[in-house]
């Protein structure tokens, strides 16, 4: 049979039609990144050499704080995340190995990247299959990992901190669930502390209290949380702030304010605008030296594709 070549251009013209629908999806969930359509990284463009240098003026005594909390079977986690370690001694079955009776150890994690002190990459949330920097999820989400907006784009960050006292400005400790962040309270516990302000490219981290209560309160850490509100959430971005993080599971109040959707505080961060969240970070010591400011380090693991990292953050004062 002889090709139609009208029938050709018809059926290639329809194929374009399909895809321009996959890519460009019929709703207004769309938010264009302001660094350009190419972008993958969001607000850590703040984070220039040039707010490193600055940032490092920071470093006064030169204490380290790790910022991560320990990940075991036992963590507390969103359902229905779990997590196991497996150690083993492969190929020492029969004692150990040559001349010399070498032995050693592997692991092996069987669980969920999201537990414990984890990054909440650009690609975990969206907004109606829409993450950020308009992206579809069928054109970037397969089963092996994110086309975009995987883990292994996170640059280094080396940047400002600023660690945010809520249990002294609320005076209880720790901050009842569902008690929102907004400006008002936001502005006011840096008033508190002396911190004249947010800039873009900062780490922004809230001191709630909620993590004293892994292993001993598991349920009712697990059921709510005091955390950022949806008018916090959009003051934050207002700033450029490049990460916002606590010491809670999720970051944002729990249960959620009058009116707000399914994990919306996640959408403003995330999908609208680019802004990094970081859960679980364990601040309780910095808060105990006051250490409202400090030099922030985290380069997560690059596993290709991933959605969230389980990390350890180092503080510098």
Not at 58 to 77: C, D, H, V
Not at 136 to 164: C, H, M, S, W
Request: proline residues 6%; charged residues 20%; aromatic residues 8%.
């Amino acid at each position: 049979m002889t090709p139609n070549p009208d029938r050709k251009k018809g059926c290639l013209a329809a194929l374009a039609l399909i895809a321009s629908f996959i890519a460009a999806p019929a709703h207004a969930d769309c938010f264009p990144s302001k660094f350009g359509p190419d972008d993958q990284i969001g607000n850590l463009n703040y984070v220039t050499p040039e707010k490193t240098r600055e940032a490092s003026k920071l470093i006064k005594t030169g204490k380290s704080y790790r910022l991560g909390i320990e990940t075991n079977k036992n963590t507390p986690a969103y359902a229905p995340r779990t997590f196991e370690l497996t150690v083993v001694q492969p190929g020492q079955e029969n004692g150990p190995i040559g001349p010399t009776r070498t032995s050693y150890n592997d692991d092996i994690i069987n669980g969920w990247v999201g537990i414990g002190s984890q990054l909440d990459g650009l690609g975990h949330l969206g907004i109606n299959n829409v993450y950020y920097n308009c992206n579809y999820a069928p054109n970037f989400v397969q089963k092996d990992g994110l086309r975009r907006l995987g883990i292994e784009t996170v640059p280094a960050i080396a940047t400002r901190a600023v660690v945010l006292d809520m249990t002294a400005y609320f005076g209880m400790n720790p901050v009842k669930e569902g008690t929102a962040f907004n400006r008002e309270q936001i502005e006011g516990a840096m008033k508190n502390q002396g911190i004249k302000s947010i800039d873009k490219g900062d780490v922004v981290l809230f001191y709630t209290g909620w993590s004293k209560l892994i292993g001993k309160d598991d349920a009712r850490y697990g059921a709510g949380e005091p955390g950022l509100g949806i008018d916090g959430a959009h003051y934050l971005a207002s700033l450029g702030v490049a990460m916002v993080g606590s010491d809670s599971w999720a970051v944002e109040v729990l249960p959620a304010e009058p009116n707000a959707g399914a994990f919306e505080v996640h959408q403003i961060l995330l999908a609208m605008n680019g802004i990094y969240i970081l859960e679980n970070m364990n601040t309780e010591e910095m808060v105990k030296d006051k250490a409202w400011e400090a030099f922030f380090t985290l380069g997560p693991s690059r596993i290709t594709g991933a959605v969230q990292a389980i990390i350890n953050p180092i503080a510098i004062r």
